[in-house]
């Protein structure tokens, strides 16, 4: 513990010492209102722990072909995929696991209950208008898998206003077609709706493969409000995507049919007096059907996950400076798996009710919030919050923030090939430090130190070395620690946007590093942008990482340097034409070990706003 004051306090001498400049109060990062934080309306600018916000017009100037895509480079996020379009992608969160970051669809979380982490691989940027991204634990508002933190994808079909069409082409024969439509049906009903379809051959996932990763992705959403009086409404919402993904199974050619939905209904109610209901009722399927057996008579691989969910919370101001919520969250989970010739067909109940108080007092800031979480396997688990902001001078915040998350075990880590009744769930304690100073006008800097430290780790250990069989165990604990700085800077059509990332994620008992984590990551993005035309660059550095190869040996992947570069022009009113190159240097690099990933691409698009 001494070690990690001393880190700390370092630090924090550190980023004081490289700011030398005035405050000021003009800034356009901390004037964004994001809800999965507290899941209430609140202003980036009294939270205590950093956020991300990716905005519809990032999304566009992208060019992304997926979620993931979207997320790499992020400050504390990295991406480990097996492979190009199509492929599984795996998120580490501050240097916690792929399965410790909970993901929603408008609010709805969509971890499946088979393998834990989200298939950010199939979610489409085309039908997204923004992601509220939040580090840090979360447990006691979304229960588990919240150890590193909430990413929350908002889709179009609730912003859309008008219609906007959109295609593109990109290297191995990439290609998206995406539109979106909606806006006013009556005086009190309103539509909206996206769809987006996505074709590519992609290209051997493996290294030793020839076989291509094709990939197809039918995706659309759609949502229905009614506002029945001026207090009351009602809304209706769904996402699809369903497709086909090939693979390398074992150096042969394979291909699997996936299926991932969610569908919400539900009714909100608020008065002027600051009262808030919110009931929603939804259902999420998470499908994966492999169509070849994995062996002679194993019969095809497949894992399901369905879940009910029922979601409440009420919020109200007891006093002028106090806003109260609490709620709870009732889910009935299904999960049914394949896996090798081993099947398993798993119920999952549980209960998770909460509750958080917001102070705001003069220039303070205060959040508690507890969180009581009951398993049907793994009993009760109860996990809090306590977060503090305060204007220090003017433009300057510090911010404290310390918390409990956990991680139930999923059900392939239990029953699945290689799994282990006998689990406990992960446990998470952490804490942060930080501050957020609005440099100058058009400047600000934010400087983040975190420590998260997780008992009973779960990992897959080789216990037959002889015939290569692993199994789940708790093996002990783990440590993340790490810093975190952000700049931005605007001036007119120009900015400049700089993250980067240090961290030390760590295996307690063995002193390894973890896997597919880099110590050291940055990234740099520059653009210019005045209406007609914008361009963009952009540097993505990142660190050696250790890896395990087929053999079980452990490896160390090389780190990497990736340069990108983007220009859009509007041909006139409504249509833009854009055009993007992805690893301009045409790098190679792994982030997992044996898989390939995308050589120098180009994307051509063209886009049509009709609002």
């Not at 004051?5 to 901390?30: E, K, P």
Request: net charge neutral.
């Amino acid at each position: 513990m001494k070690s990690a004051i001393v880190f700390l306090a370092g630090a924090v001498a550190l980023a004081l010492g490289s700011l030398v400049a005035h405050a000021a109060n003009d800034d356009n990062n901390l004037g964004e209102v994001v809800i999965t934080a507290t899941r209430t309306a609140t202003p980036v600018n009294e939270l205590a722990v950093p956020v991300i916000v990716i905005t519809r017009a990032e999304i566009e100037r992208s060019l992304a072909g997926d979620v993931a895509s979207l997320l790499a480079g992020k400050t504390g996020l990295e991406i480990a995929r097996t492979g190009g379009p199509g492929q599984p992608a795996a998120i580490f969160l501050r240097g916690t696991d792929s399965d410790h970051t909970t993901v929603l669809v408008d609010g709805v979380r969509i971890n499946p209950g088979t393998i834990g982490g989200a298939a950010l691989q199939n979610i489409q940027p085309e039908s997204i208008e923004r992601i509220e991204i939040i580090k840090g634990a979360r447990s006691s508002l979304y229960g588990t898998d919240a150890i590193g933190g909430v990413i929350n994808i908002i889709t179009r079909a609730g912003a859309a206003r008008g219609a906007s069409l959109y295609a593109s082409l990109g290297r191995y024969d990439t290609r998206v077609l995406a539109g979106d439509a909606g806006g006013q049906l009556g005086e009190r009903l309103a539509a909206g709706g996206s769809f987006a379809w996505q074709r590519s051959d992609g290209f051997p996932p493996r290294r030793a493969a020839t076989d291509p990763g094709g990939y197809g992705n039918s995706s659309a959403n759609a949502q229905l409000r009614y506002a029945a009086s001026d207090e009351l409404s009602f809304h209706a919402q769904a996402w699809h995507a369903n497709g086909k993904s090939a693979y390398s199974n074992f150096g042969a050619a394979a291909d699997e049919n996936f299926l991932d939905a969610s569908y919400a209904a539900g009714a909100a109610w608020h008065d002027a007096g600051g009262r808030d209901a919110r009931l929603n009722l939804s259902r999420v399927t998470a499908e994966v059907n492999q169509r070849q057996e994995s062996f002679p008579g194993s019969g095809r691989d497949f894992d399901h996950t369905r879940r009910d969910a029922l979601d409440a919370q009420y919020s109200w101001r007891a006093f002028t400076s106090d806003e109260l919520t609490a709620g709870a969250v009732l889910a009935n989970e299904h999960t049914q798996s394949l896996s090798f010739g081993l099947p398993y067909d798993v119920y999952t109940h549980t209960l998770l009710a909460f509750a958080q108080d917001q102070l705001h007092r003069g220039a303070n800031e205060l959040l508690l919030a507890a969180g009581y979480t009951h398993h049907e396997t793994f009993g009760a688990h109860t996990t809090w919050n306590l977060e503090y902001g305060r204007m220090l001078t003017h433009g300057l915040r510090l911010t404290l923030a310390a918390g409990t998350a956990f991680h139930a075990p999923d059900s392939t880590d239990r029953y699945g090939f290689g799994g282990n009744p006998a689990l406990r769930p992960e446990t998470s304690a952490q804490g942060q430090l930080g501050l957020q100073w609005q440099v100058a006008a058009g400047r600000q800097l934010q400087v983040s130190l975190f420590e998260n430290r997780i008992d009973n780790l779960i990992q897959y250990v080789l216990i037959d070395p002889v015939n290569f069989v692993y199994q789940a165990r708790n093996v002990g604990k783990a440590r993340t620690r790490g810093a975190e700085f952000d700049y931005g800077w605007r001036r007119g059509p120009w900015r400049l946007d700089a993250g980067y990332t240090l961290q030390d994620p760590r295996n307690l008992d063995s002193g390894a590093q973890l896997l597919r984590r880099a110590r050291h990551n940055l990234a740099l993005d520059a653009g210019y942008d005045a209406g007609r035309l914008y361009a963009s660059a952009g540097l993505q550095l990142a660190g050696a990482r250790a890896d395990v190869d087929d053999s079980g040996n452990l490896v160390t992947l090389g780190g990497y340097a990736l340069v990108s570069a983007g220009c859009g022009w509007q041909l006139a009113p409504g249509w833009m034409a854009q055009l993007r190159i992805d690893n301009l240097l045409d790098r190679r690099y792994e982030l997992v070990s044996g898989y390939n990933t995308p050589r120098r691409s180009l994307t051509l698009a063209m886009r049509y706003h009709m609002r």
